[in-house]
């Protein structure tokens, strides 16, 4: 979730859950309309292997990836609450405090943010963001694939080249992350919704 949206819902005044759950809501709503109205229509074989699935029981193992997701929420809901009443701002993931006779005159050790070394740092961050977003991506890709092969083999294409650019705008600012992480996360969200709407109606059959 991008720490800067955070801090600023934060400054209007707005709970950090709520912020959350307003944002995902919206991203999922996204997603669902695109798979439902677009995607879903235009699989003929999407029905006789969510009727499979249906056969295995295998409805709740869709249902469960979604679940992680919301889990992975909850707790970006504690860390962005955390990071929003210590005033942290991205790359910093830690707040370190020099110790000794000397150290409170020091304050707090932060990522430098300036030059090659801040360049690195926001590079660095960029592909830890990446790392802690992909287990998940990886289980829904492959969720998906089995009912909507091509549409999520066009999205992991789609999302990869987002979390690209995001990943080279971050390393030249912090804000350069914006469009290409959002991005990326809209087309996140529509391959969450191809498994949510599979266990949904695998459940249901």
Not at 13 to 31: C, E, H, K
Not at 38 to 46: D, H, K, L, N, S
Not at 104 to 117: D, H, N, P, Q
């Amino acid at each position: 979730m991008c720490v800067s949206l955070q801090l600023s819902a934060v400054g209007m005044g707005i709970p950090i859950w709520l912020f959350y759950f307003v944002f995902n809501g919206i991203f999922t709503s996204i997603g669902l309309a695109v798979v439902y109205f677009g995607i879903y229509p235009a699989t003929p074989a999407a029905d006789g292997k969510i009727a499979t699935l249906a056969s295995l029981d295998l409805g709740y193992a869709y249902l469960g990836a979604f679940v992680m997701k919301v889990g992975i929420m909850l707790l970006g809901i504690n860390l962005g609450g955390a990071r929003a009443t210590a005033k942290v701002e991205v790359p910093d993931q830690q707040c370190y405090q020099v110790k000794g006779a000397e150290g409170s005159k020091l304050g707090y050790v932060l990522m430098e943010t300036e030059g090659a070394i801040g360049e690195f740092n926001r590079a660095q961050r960029a592909l830890q963001n990446f790392n802690e977003n992909f287990p998940l991506f990886v289980v829904m890709y492959f969720l998906a694939s089995f009912v909507f092969p091509f549409a999520a083999f066009v999205c992991t294409a789609v999302f990869m080249a987002f979390r690209v650019m995001g990943a080279v705008g971050y390393t030249s600012a912090t804000d350069g992350r914006l469009g290409g992480t959002m991005l990326a996360g809209l087309t996140n969200a529509v391959v969450e919704a191809m498994v949510l709407l599979v266990g949904v109606k695998a459940v249901t059959a």
